[in-house]
């Protein structure tokens, strides 16, 4: 069973009615309701909880992170993102949702300004299959449309991505980059755009299929986390002096 931990400001569904409207038990809930459909273990976490609900103990837990942040990037502690960097290079997966592009953790891994064009106008979205071989696209059509949905547009300041999986088109012209696939250290990470607060996004079941699929393909594997630092030889040297080590 893969043990999921949605992670959500839970911020805009407390002051904002137009959000709470949408989400009333928060974003988080929401997204932990669908993946509950599935063979997962989900739990949720929220910023203003101690640690921002990210302990160590709830990390070793957590197979896959799920992040959505929006308004408060600011106020997750260096503390808990350099525990959670050390978690996905050790190989815990992470799924980054809509406006966490601008998260610390995210632009920590990626080592770009992560910045973009955005648009909020109720525009028309189509999100268009670019990998139909991908793990992530499984069960998915050639596209998806989405009647609303924030407009992202290039340039995206991130690094080439592993894996192109979606680009998405806006009526005003813009393209972007919104479903990408990275490899830090032992981890694997999964950007997907979807989710503007207002919008019913994570209601469809078309972006509710491609964040279960991208959960499953961000579990971590089996493979050994390599040990750094200083290390022993494995065979006998022999120095300048002739001594033997």
């Known amino acids: 069973m893969i043990q999921v931990t ?9 002051t904002d009615e137009a959000v ?9 809930q929401q997204i932990a309701n669908f993946l509950k459909e599935e063979d997962f273990s989900v739990r949720t976490a929220t910023l ?8 160590q103990d709830v990390l070793a837990n957590t197979d896959v992170l799920i992040w959505w ?9 260096d503390e808990v993102v350099q525990r959670v960097y050390q978690c996905v290079l050790e190989g815990m997966g992470l799924v980054v949702l809509h406006s966490g592009h601008m998260s610390k953790i995210f632009m920590k891994l990626m080592g770009t300004s992560c910045d973009l064009k955005w648009r909020e106008a109720e525009e028309h979205c189509r999100i268009w ?3 139909p071989s991908h793990p992530i696209v499984e069960g998915i059509g050639e596209y998806i449309e989405l009647e609303k949905e ?24 813009e393209v972007f980059r919104s479903g990408c696939t990275y490899h830090r250290g032992n981890g694997k990470i999964f950007y997907f755009q979807p989710g503007h607060e207002t919008y019913p996004s994570y209601y469809n079941k078309e972006i509710q299929k491609v964040i279960k699929n991208g959960v499953r393909w961000c579990k971590p594997t089996q493979n050994a986390y390599p040990n750094y630092g200083h290390h022993e030889p494995l065979e006998s040297i022999t120095n300048e002096k002739g001594t033997k080590q």
Do not use: C
Request: net charge negative.
């Open 48 to 55: 203003d909880e101690p640690e921002h609900g990210l302990t």
């Open 129 to 131: 299959t670019v990998a």
């Open 6 to 14: 949605v992670w959500n400001e839970f911020r805009h569904e407390k």
């Open 150 to 173: 924030e407009m992202y547009g290039e340039h995206f300041d991130i690094p080439t991505p592993d894996d192109l999986i979606f680009i998405s088109w806006y009526p005003g012209g």
């Open 69 to 77: 942040g929006h308004v408060a990037h600011q106020e997750v502690s």
């Open 20 to 28: 709470k409207k949408v989400y009333p038990a928060g974003i988080h």
